[in-house]
């Protein structure tokens, strides 16, 4: 074993790391802190570039470790593993950017920012994962590592939610952990290989392995917030902003996405899969995931269990290309992965500044708002139109295909459950962009609402952030609407969505890197 | 060269930035009620944005004057494989865009003053003016589907700016119906589109999918999708009701360019994607009903309008069934057979460019119209209004006549059988539209509201330099070469017979106007229907059940401002056309209620209204 067989490892180290050293740390050494966590992310973006350099030239870098007789811990990077990991590390850099700007004056920040790369950790082990045991034991840290993030207020609705998480993610742990065993007796131990390795199986097995798919994917759909097992996610919207965001964008419903994306490839193999006749009911459920999640968005007016409803029926449209036999769909649904990702962590971080900097969680409450934040109004506007499938947004690059690989399929149905998911998306983002550009707002707005401590009463936004402020003065007000700490990651993710779709042809793109895959599986 | 075009038709966006970055603007706050008018302020106050604006489109203008044709650029990186050229519907097409908005932004330069705009409002105008036009300015020379739907979205959503840019309620809901009816749009596209592209083997160029599409089965399918995607952009009956509500909605020269061109962009995605020739029978037949349906149905709607720019507006659906018709009629047709395509798409340019500028013109004499004007002034321009009007119409010499001379003349692709019902059919359409653009022009104050100012130069030129181009086309036409004088219709017989449906209708305002006003009146009123026509038919039934359920309750009293309920409701408030009553909310069901009563009793004003209608039509019928 060479150093670079390595590399997957250290691409885990490089959060876990700077997490225990934080977990250490006092809680009041802003530098530290902010140090361990740039370094960290710095680190994993230089790493992740060097594997995506070796993948690109076709070669796979694993990494074992026996646990027990016929158990082997083993990671590797292929390209799927690149795509969710660069995903991962890449809003995980922004995020902790806006999470320094957004809890700068809450407490318990170390016990926070350490659990936070923690569970980057953890997906970056998922997205890693050379087999199914590994993926399991990483699929299961997860929810651990999540949920002091998603009690973190501590207040009574949060413990509840958090109570609920834990339930809904163990239970589906647990009946990922049947299937996985049944599937390790059937067949001994089931490394990730492109195209599948089940196939070979004999006929008399095939119910079994219809049963066992259905587990796997039970399993995964309880994160994948699958109907009807989404409950969990609008209630843990309670989580403060950058947690939200990286639930929804990254961390949980990608792994659970993920985990379904390996399933149907790589343990199953999707020409396999169409064989056993399991595709068919996962595309229902996917598209009933879909426009269920929109349905009930539609009636939500706090702004981010809005986006929560919306979640559920945006990561859907990766299983849907994940269910649907062809190339197109493949890429579809694959670099939706990338593009939900980049458009919803948007939305979260503008609902965040949103809360943030005026108190405003409804959206009843956000008439006019875009006179006040622009910039903000801006990236939420970008995300939300990318979200409805307006061109050249990424999610209208995501719909193409899939359009074109369920047509391709023989699967027309597939289109109008597009079409009126999108029009369903229109239904709920539109108004809220309307009161945002064009509504007028009555009362004057509320002050700041920073954790600005009692006793001192800020004039106005420039000036609310106080002395004691880990960043410097210049970052504050720069931006007028709020903190550049908080602006810059959501401007970032915004033209990032943008670019992803405009640049969709060139090799950079996330369509790119799914083609790449696709490659791979067919 | 093709970079040439590219920076041509990115100059919008490059304005656009220089609007947005600028910081000149005073903000509502900051304007003094009494504060200087924009004229004292001096060039050199001026943001360069708003010397560039009125001028952006120029450089897209020379490009298609100027380019060479079948300048090619090819950008594989740009969305899924971008391809952009400059052929010859596109050189058609971009010198209409250009030349109208052209003429649109100069006038806008006269007319947001006059309307008593300050700096603020005139910011925000011309960011969404700019936006509209920098995605209608992009689409044109567009040959893949995914960067044409790219513009074509970002031109359908600016464009949204621009109708409820005077807030009031029933603008709001205007623009409502206008934004529910362009997503709808914009789903469908999607969905024909990708249909193109899966037939085609995922080429994204619309000359593989027509292409593919023809010999497809999956033919109809896609024609289906395509025909009410873009169908809901070109006014398509049953899909036009956003028209007549938002073209009087938005300023007068947004209206000028929502009818003008921006309609067409429908028209030149159906040009660049059907499947001409391929024998569609049933979506062909289709298009050539509802555009029959949309030729005279809208004309007899039209004429019971009291706003004048409703009026254009149902005008624009009207010679939009013309377009429809004509296209459905290239869709039945077999090349196979020996059919011949190519002249009818020349024919749909002719009339695109035809229609575009004419209308263009229509519109901004509205505004003219409502100046104050001196007494020479205003015949002027009520003479110009008249001739627009008779161009519409095809009276001979304009470029009416030469565009429809040249469609007449392909009414042979609709087979032996229909060809005889079809010529008979078409030459009314110029008796109804005659009748619809007098009652335009008696619409029309015979005053500019008491104070208002005096017209600019800004405002009487770009209507004039349209104007003139609608008299000096055929000569255009003529003299490039290409077109035969006797195809355009230039012959003695030709003109005998182009005369004939606009004097018909003359004749027919004339005894009327003498005989009857008052009886006219009244048919005028019992038949009120309401701008936005179906629109109000959808709103009678849910307010109906809306009362049975609650009774209580007043229907339809959601408000428009109430922060963002939660479902985008399409039934809203009153876009009602009898908006000058000031009755405001509750005006929004009586005139519906009142139309489909009298429609079930047929009260007197409607049965004397049918009555004269069916004469009419019988008369016509055995004149022609």
């Known amino acids: 074993m060479t150093w670079y067989h390595w590399l997957p490892v250290l691409m885990i180290a490089s959060s876990a790391g700077p997490a225990v050293a934080i977990f250490f740390l006092e809680e009041e050494s802003h530098g530290w802190r902010t140090l361990w966590n740039m370094l960290g992310a710095v680190v994993k973006i230089l790493l992740l570039g060097v594997l995506f350099y070796e993948v690109h030239l076709g070669r796979t870098i694993a990494f074992h470790v026996p646990l027990l007789p016929g158990l082997t811990f083993k990671l590797h990077a292929d390209a799927l593993s690149l795509l969710f990991a660069g995903l991962s590390t890449g809003l995980w850099f922004l995020t902790t950017i806006y999470a320094i700007g957004y809890l700068e004056h809450s407490p318990h920040r170390s016990r926070f920012f350490g659990f936070f790369s923690l569970c980057v950790s953890t997906t970056i082990g998922i997205a890693m994962a050379g087999n199914l045991i590994t993926l399991l034991i990483f699929y299961e840290f997860l929810s651990l590592t999540t949920w002091p993030l998603v009690v973190h207020r501590g207040n009574r609705t949060s413990i509840t939610a958090g109570h609920r998480y834990l339930v809904y993610t163990l239970g589906g742990g647990a009946l990922l952990l049947i299937g996985v065993v049944w599937l390790q007796t059937l067949v001994g131990e089931i490394d990730f290989v492109a195209r599948g390795g089940l196939a070979a199986l004999p006929p008399e097995t095939h119910a079994d392995l219809r049963l066992i798919f259905a587990m796997l994917v039970l399993g995964f759909g309880v994160k994948a917030a699958l109907v009807p097992l989404h409950g969990w996610l609008p209630h843990a919207m309670v989580a403060p902003a950058p947690v939200s965001a990286l639930l929804h964008a990254v961390a949980v419903v990608k792994a659970g996405a993920f985990g379904i994306v390996r399933v149907v490839y790589d343990i199953f193999g999707i020409e396999f899969c169409e064989r056993l006749g399991v595709l068919e009911p996962l595309a229902g459920l996917a598209a009933f995931t879909i426009l269920f999640g929109s349905w009930r968005a539609l009636a939500q007016d706090d702004l981010k269990r809005r986006l929560a409803y919306s979640t559920v029926s945006q990561v859907s449209y990766i299983v849907l290309g994940a269910a649907v036999f062809g190339p ?162 959501a401007l970032a993710t915004a033209a990032l969505s943008l670019l992803a779709g405009i640049l969709a042809g060139s090799s950079f793109s996330p369509l790119y890197w799914a083609r790449f895959i696709m490659m791979g599986e067919y | 060269m093709a970079l040439l075009l590219v920076l041509a038709l990115l100059s919008p966006w490059a304005v656009l930035a220089f609007l947005l970055a600028s910081r000149d603007a005073p903000t509502d706050e900051e304007v003094a009620p009494d504060g200087p008018a924009r004229g ?92 509209t036009m920098g995605g209608n300015l992009l689409l044109v020379p567009c040959q893949d589907m995914v960067s044409f739907t790219a513009f074509f979205t970002a031109m359908s959503l600016a464009a949204y700016g621009l109708v409820i840019h005077h807030p009031s309620a029933r603008n709001l809901a205007a623009g409502r119906v206008y934004l529910a009816l362009a997503i709808l749009g914009e789903v469908l596209a999607f969905a024909g589109l ?188 009520m003479a110009g209004l008249a001739l627009l009007g008779a161009s519409l119409a095809g009276f001979p010499l304009t470029s009416g006549q030469a565009a429809k001379a040249w469609l007449k003349a392909l009414l042979p692709l609709a087979g032996p059988a229909w060809q005889p019902a079809f010529e008979r059919l078409v030459p009314l359409s110029g008796v109804t539209t005659m009748l619809l653009l007098l009652r335009f022009l008696a619409l029309l104050p015979r005053a500019g509201k008491p104070g208002a100012p005096a017209a600019p130069l800004a405002m009487l030129l770009p209507w004039a330099g349209l104007g003139l181009g609608t008299v000096l086309l055929p000569v255009i036409l003529v003299g490039a070469g290409g077109f035969p004088p006797a195809a355009l219709g230039l012959s003695g017989a030709g003109m005998a017979k182009a005369a004939l449906p606009p004097l018909a209708a003359m004749a027919m305002a004339a005894f009327v106007w003498w005989k009857a006003p008052a009886a006219a009146e009244r048919c005028r009123a019992g038949l009120a229907v309401p701008a936005g026509d179906l629109l109000h038919l959808t709103r009678f039934f849910s307010a109906a059940a809306a009362v049975q359920a609650t009774a209580p309750t007043a229907p339809g009293a959601t408000s428009p401002n109430a922060g963002g309920p939660p479902a985008f409701s399409l039934v809203g408030e009153s876009p009602s056309g009898e908006a000058r009553s000031p009755a405001g909310q509750e005006a929004a069901r009586p005139p519906a209620l009142a139309w489909c009563l009298s429609v079930l009793a047929g009260g007197e004003g409607f049965s004397t209204g049918l009555l004269l209608m069916v004469l009419l039509a019988a008369g016509l019928a055995l004149l022609l």
Request: hydrophobic residues 55%; contains cysteine; positive net charge.
């Open chain 1, 328 to 489: 197109k769909a493949t890429i579809g649904g694959i670099v939706h992965l990338v593009h939900q990702g980049l458009m919803k962590i948007t939305l979260f971080f503008c609902a965040g500044n949103f809360a943030e900097e005026l108190g405003l969680h409804r959206v009843s409450e956000l008439d006019g708002v875009g006179r006040r934040m622009p910039w903000t109004m801006v990236a939420f506007t970008v995300g939300a139109l990318g979200m409805i499938g307006v061109p050249p947004i990424a999610g209208f690059v995501s719909k193409w295909y899939l359009g074109w690989g369920a047509l391709e399929a023989g699967m027309p149905w597939v289109i109008a459950v597009l079409a009126l998911s999108s029009l369903l998306n229109a239904a709920y983002f539109l108004p809220i962009l309307y009161a945002g550009w064009f509504g007028q707002r009555t009362t004057p707005w509320p002050a700041p609402q920073g954790h600005v401590p009692d006793g001192i009463v800020a004039p106005g936004p420039a000036s609310h952030r106080s002395a004691d402020s880990p960043c410097p003065r210049w970052l504050s007000v720069a931006a007028g609407e709020t903190s550049l700490l908080l602006l810059a990651p």
């Open chain 2, 40 to 131: 004292e302020a001096g060039a050199g106050a001026r943001p360069r944005w708003r010397l560039l604006a009125p001028w952006t489109p120029l450089p897209a203008l020379l490009a298609a004057l100027f380019l060479p044709e079948d300048l090619a650029l090819e950008l594989p990186w740009l969305f899924l494989g971008a391809l952009l050229r400059l052929d010859r519907p596109a050189r058609l097409f971009l010198g209409l865009t250009a030349a109208v908005w052209l003429a649109a932004g100069w006038y806008a330069r006269g007319y947001l003053p006059t309307t008593g705009e300050r700096p603020p409002g005139e910011r925000r105008f011309w960011g969404w003016f700019l936006a």
């Open chain 2, 194 to 381: 990708v249909w193109a592209c899966q037939v085609a083997q995922g080429e994204v160029s619309f000359a593989a999918a027509g292409a593919a599409l023809a010999a497809s089965p999956a033919r109809d399918a896609v024609l289906w999708l395509l025909i009410a995607g873009f169908g809901i952009k070109l006014g398509l009956v049953p899909l036009h009701v956003w028209l007549p509500l938002a073209h009087p909605a938005a300023p007068t020269p947004a209206s000028a360019v929502l009818s003008g061109v921006i309609i067409k962009t429908g028209l030149l995605l159906w040009w660049r994607v059907f499947p001409w020739g391929a024998g569609a029978l049933l979506p062909g037949a289709f298009l050539v009903v509802a555009g029959l349906a949309g030729t005279f149905g809208a004309a007899l709607v039209g004429l019971v309008q009291t706003d004048p720019k409703a009026l254009l507006a149902y005008s624009s659906v009207s010679q939009m069934g013309l377009v429809a018709l004509m296209a459905g009629l290239g869709l039945i047709a077999d090349a196979h057979a020996g059919a011949e395509i190519a002249p009818l798409l020349t024919g749909l340019g002719l009339f695109a460019v035809h229609h575009g500028l004419t209308k263009g013109a229509l519109f901004l004499g509205v505004g003219l119209a409502q100046t104050s004007l001196s007494t020479g002034g205003r015949r002027l321009v």
